[in-house]
């Protein structure tokens, strides 16, 4: 059974910085690419940032393009979001999804194969 699951969110204040994960099972990871979305109140979901299993390569949202960071966890079921510098407006429910094979750029939320529930980040002081 697939199964993608995050963990990591909470509060932060502005500056601050968060680690996001999001565990995989039930399918090879390393042959999707695998996305971070996020979906604020009253707004759509967005992509966040992209990591292809096959080559590495990563994507990013011009809103968080230099500080965020996605990776490989220790092992190939784990992907990483780093988070620095948080902004009020970085809050919202932050996602994991997946599409078989590789992708250029950030995929659109119909195009994803699996999501995750969802973790919630807050960004206040």
């Keep these: 059974q697939v199964q993608l699951v995050e963990s990591g969110g909470g ?11 999001c565990a995989g099972t ?11 979305f996020r979906e604020a109140p009253g707004k759509e ?5 992209c990591i292809i299993g096959r080559d590495g390569s990563t994507y990013y949202s ?10 490989w966890g220790n092992d190939k079921n784990t992907i990483i979001l780093q988070m620095n510098s948080l902004k009020p407006e970085d809050t919202a429910l932050y996602y994991c999804a997946a599409i078989k094979g590789r992708v250029f750029g950030l995929p659109g939320t119909y195009a994803m194969d699996y999501w995750g529930k969802g973790t919630l980040v807050t960004v206040s002081s």
């Design 45 to 49: 979901r967005e992509g966040v940032s």
């Design 11 to 21: 509060l932060a204040q502005p500056g601050e910085s968060l680690r996001l994960s």
């Design 26 to 36: 039930g399918f090879p990871m390393d042959y999707y690419a695998i996305g971070w």
């Design 62 to 71: 011009d809103s968080v393009k230099g500080r965020f960071t996605i990776s």
